[in-house]
């Protein structure tokens, strides 16, 4: 059994900060492709930061979004098997709920969301 739990979403005001965690636990036994995506009501879910290759002794690569490019950054901690999502200088735009993917040999597994409402 695969278990994705994201924590951190709650209402912030523009310009604040937000730092979204995603613990991964069950039969995954690496975290090195994992991602954030975020959907509207009434939307497609939207990729917005993805970190791969973290692994003892590597180097992972980030993308991101152009959207949030310079305002979130992605990291992982792969003894806690948990990713980060922080969210600075945060817009009302960025509302949504945001997703937390893993991809473990060719399947995705996903989380049940977390809130995140930026109020102007």
């Known amino acids: 059994q695969v278990q994705l739990v994201e924590s951190g979403g709650r209402s912030v005001q523009a310009g604040g900060s937000l730092r979204l965690s995603c613990e991964v636990s069950?039969?995954?036994?690496?975290?090195?492709?994992m991602g954030w995506y975020r959907q509207d009501p009434g939307k497609q879910r939207e990729p917005v930061a993805n970190i791969k290759g973290t692994v003892i002794g590597g180097t992972a690569t980030t993308n991101y979004a152009d959207s949030v490019k310079g305002r979130f950054t992605i990291s992982a901690d792969i003894i806690k098997k948990t990713v980060y999502l922080q969210m600075d200088n945060l817009m009302p735009e960025d509302s949504a709920v945001y997703y937390c993917?893993?991809?473990?040999?060719?399947?995705?597994?996903w989380g049940q969301g977390t809130q995140v409402t930026v109020s102007s």
């Open positions: 069950g039969s995954i036994i690496s975290i090195d492709d």
């Open positions: 993917r893993s991809r473990y040999l060719g399947t995705d597994y």
